[in-house]
T-cell receptor, first 110, second 113 residues
Framework: RKEVEQDPGPFNVPEGATVAFNCTYSNSASQSFFWYRQDCRKEPKLLMSVYSSGNEDGRFTAQLNRASQYISLLIRDSKLSDSATYLCVVGTDSWGKLQFGAGTQVVVTP | DVKVTQSSRYLVKRTGEKVFLECVQDMDHENMFWYRQDPGLGLRLIYFSYDVKMKEKGDIPEGYSVSREKKERFSLILESASTNQTSMYLC????????????FGSGTQLSVL
């Protein structure tokens, strides 16, 4: 079983709509959580960290549910430029070794 | 802005060749990483280094070695390339620990024929 699992998608989203997707992790001792964004043929870049109380960054909202061991990402008012693969990343030890999910592809259509 | 530079964007090698992938970062980061990315598998950690001359195995170190002689440079070595090492290789650096942002290089697409 993979340590971090994501629905690969694609999630096809009309421009202006809201899309949300989850990521589950298997290690209950995980300590840090992130969403990275990866455009086609580009390197991953940090989108946002995920905090226990949930957090927002503009149109993006991230939530953490420790009891059920998942994190979520919600994108409101989707833009064409939001089309990308979103990688769920979980820190699994005190040093900060990171486990990456395989990514969820989002395609925003006009 | 932090820059992580990988020496080659595309590389084609033959089975059995020794391959060097170079990575340089310009922000004096302590921690450097090598990942490979394959479709459906996500990024998998090969090796990491938290200081000069220090290295630790990641999840898939077999068939690879690394070298960190200077703080800014972290090299990945394929001692004898095999076809199953065909992949996208990503170098990353980070200052500090768990909650710090990873900065990635633009990747090297390696094909082993």
């Amino acid at each position: 079983r993979k340590e971090v699992e994501q629905d690969p998608g694609p999630f096809n989203v009309p421009e202006g709509a809201t899309v949300a997707f989850n990521c589950t992790y298997s290690n209950s001792a995980s300590q840090s959580f992130f969403w990275y964004r990866q455009d086609c043929r580009k390197e991953p870049k940090l989108l946002m960290s995920v905090y226990s109380s949930g957090n927002e960054d503009g149109r993006f909202t991230a939530q953490l549910n420790r009891a059920s061991q998942y994190i979520s990402l919600l994108i409101r008012d989707s833009k064409l430029s939001d089309s990308a693969t979103y990688l769920c990343v979980v820190g699994t030890d005190s040093w900060g070794k990171l486990q990456f999910g395989a990514g969820t592809q989002v395609v925003v259509t006009p | 802005d932090v820059k992580v530079t990988q020496s080659s964007r595309y590389l084609v090698k033959r089975t059995g060749e020794k391959v060097f992938l170079e990575c340089v970062q310009d922000m004096d980061h302590e921690n450097m990483f090598w990942y490979r990315q394959d479709p459906g598998l996500g990024l998998r950690l090969i090796y990491f280094s938290y200081d000069v001359k220090m290295k630790e195995k990641g999840d898939i170190p077999e068939g690879y070695s690394v070298s960190r002689e200077k703080k800014e440079r972290f090299s990945l070595i394929l001692e004898s390339a095999s076809t199953n090492q065909t992949s996208m290789y990503l170098c990353a650096s980070r200052q500090g620990g768990t909650n710090e942002k990873l900065f990635f290089g633009s990747g090297t697409q390696l094909s082993v024929l």
